[in-house]
């Protein structure tokens, strides 16, 4: 091969090593989100949505890097990154920043970052090894199973002592179906239902705050609280119904440009979105989403070993988990949780977390076709 021959190969080699199905996803994704906050913050480029994209390249950088290495690097790092998660955690009550009666952000700078987001990624990291490490026929009991929940379960307790709730349930559900899909019986799966349900009852009993109880209040008759924890609920629920078939186009719905709908940059942009842009333009946007869950769960039946189809699938469900919560508070079909929907909510350490999950499936993708 001659000099001039080798560098093209190369490039070739890199050009089909990259997974155009995600990236043509999230790009799309991406595009849409942008727009739309856009139009949640009534075309001021300069606030937060400039902060958004900053968070946003930084999420593509730190994705291209972990692309770009062979995903088994991870599986040496997992336990090492769980505990510095851990310790991130940790500092938030000492020195977190306080914002709406909640420590969850450490300040870096001119910047503020959520550890618990960060720490979504480095929970499924952890969990896949734990379980991969595991021999492929060990015993499925329940009892097998003590040191991956009190991996989550840790992380967890700390996040909702924040207090977070959303993001807390977020990682339960995350861990509970990495574990479900891999290494529980249907008999245990049953026994662990009846357990979560005694403990719901149990927090909701002596341990939530008053203000998480009555969500589920709000989200049965939000009506009855429509001149304030309901008129969030109502507003949304106007905003997709404006909306239509087509939608009323760009920077033309009303709950939003008359600042109606309230926490439309954050908690509800897929009802600005769906106002804006019709059912048409939402069923679109689900599809992408549901595509790129579809797609990651095939990289998983793919990857070379367990330990990349478990961060496949634990991947693939934290993407699931927070758009179909966040479009079903969205349509009250759940109650408001602030669990946001990727992308189109502002928040940079979300972005920066969904985007290095992106990375792990480009990387299980590149890896998957190699030999060794």
């Given at each position: 091969?001659?000099?001039?021959?080798?560098?093209?190969?190369?490039?070739?080699?890199?050009?089909?090593?990259?997974?155009?199905?995600?990236?043509?996803?999230?790009?799309?994704?991406?595009?849409?989100?942008?727009?739309?906050?856009?139009?949640?913050?009534?075309?001021?480029?300069?606030?937060?949505?400039?902060?958004?994209?900053?968070?946003?390249?930084?999420?593509?950088?730190?994705?291209?890097?972990?692309?770009?290495?062979?995903?088994?690097?991870?599986?040496?790092?997992?336990?090492?990154?769980?505990?510095?998660?851990?310790?991130?955690?940790?500092?938030?009550?000492?020195?977190?920043?306080?914002?709406?009666?909640?420590?969850?952000?450490?300040?870096?700078?001119?910047?503020?970052?959520?550890?618990?987001?960060?720490?979504?990624?480095?929970?499924?990291?952890?969990?896949?090894?734990?379980?991969?490490?595991?021999?492929?026929?060990?015993?499925?009991?329940?009892?097998?199973?003590?040191?991956?929940?009190?991996?989550?379960?840790?992380?967890?307790?700390?996040?909702?002592?924040?207090?977070?709730?959303?993001?807390?349930?977020?990682?339960?559900?995350?861990?509970?179906?990495?574990?479900?899909?891999?290494?529980?019986?249907?008999?245990?799966?049953?026994?662990?239902?009846?357990?979560?349900?005694?403990?719901?009852?149990?927090?909701?009993?002596?341990?939530?705050?008053?203000?998480?109880r009555s969500?589920?209040?709000?989200?049965?008759?939000?009506?009855?609280?429509?001149?304030?924890?309901?008129?969030?609920?109502?507003?949304?629920?106007?905003?997709?119904?404006?909306?239509?078939?087509?939608?009323?186009?760009?920077?033309?719905?009303?709950?939003?440009?008359?600042?109606?709908?309230?926490?439309?940059?954050?908690?509800?942009?897929?009802?600005?979105?769906?106002?804006?842009?019709?059912?048409?333009?939402?069923?679109?946007?689900?599809?992408?989403?549901?595509?790129?869950?579809?797609?990651?769960?095939?990289?998983?039946?793919?990857?070379r070993d367990?330990?990349?189809?478990?961060?496949?699938?634990?991947?693939?469900?934290?993407?699931?988990?927070?758009?179909?919560?966040?479009?079903?508070?969205?349509?009250?079909?759940?109650?408001?949780?602030?669990?946001?929907?990727?992308?189109?909510?502002?928040?940079?350490?979300?972005?920066?977390?969904?985007?290095l999950g992106?990375?792990?499936?480009?990387?299980?993708?590149?890896?998957?076709?190699?030999?060794?």
């Amino acid at each position: 091969m001659t000099a001039i021959g080798r560098p093209r190969s190369v490039v070739r080699r890199a050009v089909q090593s990259i997974d155009w199905v995600v990236v043509t996803l999230v790009a799309g994704i991406i595009a849409l989100a942008l727009i739309n906050l856009n139009s949640a913050g009534t075309g001021d480029w300069s606030g937060k949505i400039q902060v958004q994209i900053r968070w946003l390249g930084l999420g593509t950088i730190a994705a291209l890097i972990v692309a770009a290495l062979d995903y088994r690097v991870l599986h040496r790092l997992a336990y090492a990154a769980y505990v510095f998660g851990l310790g991130l955690l940790g500092l938030v009550p000492l020195i977190g920043v306080m914002r709406n009666d909640a420590r969850r952000w450490l300040e870096l700078g001119d910047y503020q970052f959520q550890p618990s987001e960060l720490m979504k990624i480095l929970l499924i990291a952890a969990l896949a090894r734990y379980l991969s490490d595991r021999p492929s026929k060990a015993p499925r009991k329940v009892r097998h199973l003590i040191v991956p929940f009190i991996m989550f379960l840790i992380p967890v307790a700390l996040i909702v002592n924040q207090p977070d709730l959303s993001t807390g349930i977020i990682c339960s559900l995350v861990a509970i179906t990495i574990l479900a899909l891999t290494e529980l019986s249907l008999k245990s799966i049953l026994a662990l239902m009846t357990t979560g349900v005694t403990l719901f009852m149990l927090g909701w009993a002596f341990f939530m705050h008053k203000y998480q109880r009555s969500r589920i209040d709000v989200w049965l008759n939000p009506e009855a609280y429509a001149d304030n924890e309901g008129y969030q609920t109502i507003q949304a629920m106007i905003g997709v119904g404006n909306g239509g078939f087509f939608g009323r186009g760009v920077r033309q719905g009303t709950q939003n440009t008359l600042d109606f709908l309230p926490y439309g940059d954050t908690d509800f942009p897929f009802a600005v979105y769906a106002e804006e842009w019709g059912f048409l333009g939402a069923a679109m946007v689900l599809v992408m989403f549901v595509a790129l869950v579809l797609w990651g769960l095939s990289l998983a039946s793919q990857a070379r070993d367990r330990f990349g189809a478990l961060l496949c699938v634990g991947v693939s469900s934290l993407f699931f988990f927070h758009v179909i919560i966040n479009v079903g508070m969205v349509l009250q079909l759940l109650p408001v949780t602030g669990i946001t929907i990727p992308f189109f909510s502002v928040g940079g350490s979300n972005a920066l977390a969904m985007m290095l999950g992106i990375g792990i499936l480009m990387s299980v993708s590149r890896s998957r076709h190699q030999r060794g």
